[in-house]
Structures are given as structure tokens and as C-alpha cells.
């Protein structure tokens, strides 16, 4: 089974992408790629830049990565109480080429942050928006205060409660794609 999974943040050292990085590791018998970001920097999506340079060969690669997986793992990062630039960039360049940006693939969506509500709202506005795109979500987890809660240098949850939380829910992650 391959697993696609990537953080929504261009940071160097995401947080969300050592979560998304994580949780793909945890599921069984998995493949895992993770993407990064950084290697799909475009211009800010308009109508008139999308004119002037027309579908962008890294928009089309995002989406073949995507639709190459069996499962998608994704950690949404909150900047001002919403998803990042980074991940919406990509994300709206991708949907001009395709409208189902995340090919109905079964999704774990989830978000951390250094504070204590983890991310929620990015993950809300994600569970909103993702859906219209091909966003087949199927769970979601939120790791509350990074800091505290994950363990930097052996890339794990160290908090034995959410960390038990998030291994049920990949071990009854629901694969099918249209359930």
C-alpha cells in the first residue's frame, strides 16, 4: 500500500510534516513518500497569472504524486487561524488542472501546533474546504502543543494517551475509497 504524506507548511523544520511523516509510519504494510512543500513553490495563484504562465508543470506533478498513493496522510499547519499559503497555493494551482485535487484517495487529515488547540481551525477550514477536491476524509487527529507532546529527536508522539489515540485511529482507518 503506497501512502503519500506531506505537511501543509514550507517551513524547513515542520512540525506537521514530522506528524504527517509519523503517522504514515504507523500504518501497516505501507509505502510511504513523504512530499515536501518546498519542491512545489509556484508564483501566488490568479486568473491573470494563470494566463500569463498557463499549467504549471509542478502543479501536475503534485498531482500525480497524490494520485499515485493508496492513502493520503496529510497535517495541516495554522497560520492566522486558517490553512497556509504553501499548502492553499499548491492546492488551488493543482485544482485548475484537475478539480479533484485529492482523487477521492482515503484520507487522514490532521494538525498540530505549538499551542493547545493543535491546529483545529486549519483543520476545520481543511475538513470544509478539502472535501469540494476530491478530499475523501475519512479521520481526523489533532496533536495539542508540539512541544510537549512530540518528541523531536526519535520522531514520535510522546504523549502515551494521544499517541495510543492516533495508532486507533490507523488501525481502523477505513481504505475503502467511496465508503
Known sequence: ??????????????INKKLATYAA?????????????NDYELPLF?????????KPELAGKF????????????SVAEHNAGMTVAFKNIYDWASRQKKEVFANKPLLLMSTSPGKFGGKNSLEAAKISLKWYGGNIKDTFSLPSFNENFDVENGIISNKELDNALKDIIRNFDYELNS
Open 46 to 54: 490568479s486568473v491573470d497569472r494563470e494566463k500569463e504562465i498557463g
Open 25 to 37: 509510519g504507523l500504518f501497516e504494510n505501507g509505502d510511504v513518500e513523504v512530499l515536501d512543500l
Open 63 to 74: 498531482l500525480e504524486k497524490l494520485e499515485s498513493a493508496d492513502v493520503l496522510v496529510i
Open 1 to 14: 500500500m503506497k501512502i503519500v504524506a506531506f505537511g501543509g507548511s514550507s517551513s524547513k523544520n515542520s
